[in-house]
């Protein structure tokens, strides 16, 4: 009897036990439920349905956010919304990246200018904005006309040096002169600031475009070392650094003729290149197709005597523009390729291409090593139609990055190279 009363009340603490078991799993289950519940923020009452635009199968899910958010808000439309539209496509590495350092870039960043210097001698501007210094002074005319520049240098994170070769060129200065005058300038700004010293000239930089500012300055190699170097001849053989250096379109403008673009029923040649036998690759690219009947080489430059800008005019009705280097890696051909709406052909074993940590060149280029040249006829007929009216389209998307203005305007060649000068300037730490 003892034992059955035993096994009576152990009977009851297991189903106590038992009902104590499930009563804390249902207020686990009940708490965790609401928990969950709270953290989801409340439904409007009547959300507004944003009307989505269909896209191509290729576009990011990102891009289709932003389109549904400017089409709910009804803001950014127009002329301004195909610009911002263009930002994200593929012709960029890192599109939704771009943009937002770009805006952080516009709030933040300023330069300061060292006003040391006689403006009628060496400093402070080159002599002119055409040419082949046209990029070096749109940069040095625009850097006082933007946000970016302060007056304080307490507050900026970049210093630019004002120093033009160019002008020296033009007062026929020989480059050992030319290597003194740098030296002494940069001497005297260091003996006046205590800028350079806080970082050996990390946060300095200077810009000069062609063969010219490259030679003047090379005599002076605490200067190259250190500082950062904004140039039109960016290889190794110049002892361009690329994660320091930054690679200064070379642009002829003002423009002969209008943009190009939109236009591909038009483009009836397969390649198109004229210009003077200053290289290797160009005596071979001259001396392998200059006879050939579907590729349009010259061995030299177009005379004027053939007609008004004939030579500007074959860009228009040519669908691969060659584009190899000449005395230098650089080729200002490339720009007016560009312009013109011709696919550029670049030939060159290394070239830093301007913009290429932002731009994907090989979305609106064809990007050959100089052996290429033996094949190239082959490798242009490889790509097929729809390929080239691809690169063609994205092409006319970057054409505003080569494109120099006064006053500068957003996301033009100032600002590219702006951007590229504050990307660098976080690495630099005192």
Not at 61 to 82: C, F, L, M, Q, T
Not at 203 to 227: M, S, Y
Not at 379 to 394: G, P, R, Y
Request: proline share 6%.
């Amino acid at each position: 009897m003892i034992a059955g009363k035993s096994q009576l009340q152990q009977s009851q603490l297991f189903s106590l036990k038992g009902s104590i078991l499930t009563l804390s799993v249902l207020t686990l289950i009940s708490f965790t439920y609401f928990s969950f519940k709270s953290l989801r923020p409340p439904l409007p009452l009547s959300p507004p349905t944003p009307q989505l635009t269909l896209l191509p199968s290729n576009t990011s899910p990102s891009h289709v956010r932003i389109v549904a958010d400017k089409k709910a808000n009804n803001v950014g439309e127009g002329e301004d919304d195909d610009v911002e539209e263009d930002l994200f496509t593929d012709v960029y590495h890192s599109p939704k990246l771009f943009n937002l350092n770009f805006e952080e870039m516009e709030r933040k960043f300023k330069i300061y200018i060292y006003p040391d210097g006689d403006p009628k001698t060496f400093y402070q501007t080159p002599r002119k904005l055409t040419g082949k210094y046209a990029s070096e002074g749109y940069f040095f005319q625009n850097i006082r006309e933007s946000r970016f520049r302060t007056d304080d240098p307490d507050q900026a994170h970049l210093f630019f040096i004002p120093i033009s070769c160019h002008k020296m060129r033009g007062k026929g200065t020989s480059y050992e002169n030319m290597t003194i005058i740098v030296q002494n300038y940069l001497d005297s700004l260091i003996a006046k600031y205590p800028y350079w010293n806080r970082t050996l000239g990390a946060d300095h930089f200077f810009v000069t475009c062609h063969d010219v500012g490259v030679r003047a300055t090379e005599g002076v190699p605490f200067l190259v070392k250190n500082a950062i170097r904004v140039v039109c001849s960016p290889s190794y053989d110049v002892a361009f650094i690329p994660h320091k250096d930054v690679a200064l379109p070379q642009v002829l403008q003002p423009f002969a003729l209008p943009a190009g673009g939109n236009d591909v029923e038009n483009r009836t040649t397969l390649g198109f290149w004229a210009g003077h036998r200053n290289s290797k690759i160009r005596v071979i690219l001259a001396r392998v197709w200059e006879n050939d009947t579907e590729l349009d080489i010259s061995n030299n430059r177009i005379s004027r005597a053939t007609g008004h800008l004939v030579y500007q005019k074959r860009f228009y009705r040519t669908k691969f523009c060659i584009c190899p280097g000449g005395s230098q890696v650089n080729s200002a051909r490339i720009a007016d390729s560009i312009h013109y709406g011709c696919v550029p052909v670049i030939l060159s074993n290394y070239y830093d291409l301007p913009f290429n940590d932002v731009l994907d060149w090989r979305k609106f280029a064809v990007v050959l090593r100089e052996n290429d040249v033996y094949e190239l006829k082959q490798i242009l007929k490889n790509i097929s139609h729809e390929e080239f009216v691809t690169l063609h389209k994205n092409l006319v998307k970057v054409q505003k990055h080569f494109q120099w203005n006064s006053p500068p305007i957003k996301y033009d060649a100032f600002h590219m190279v702006i951007y590229e000068l504050w990307l660098r300037h976080h690495v630099i730490k005192y």
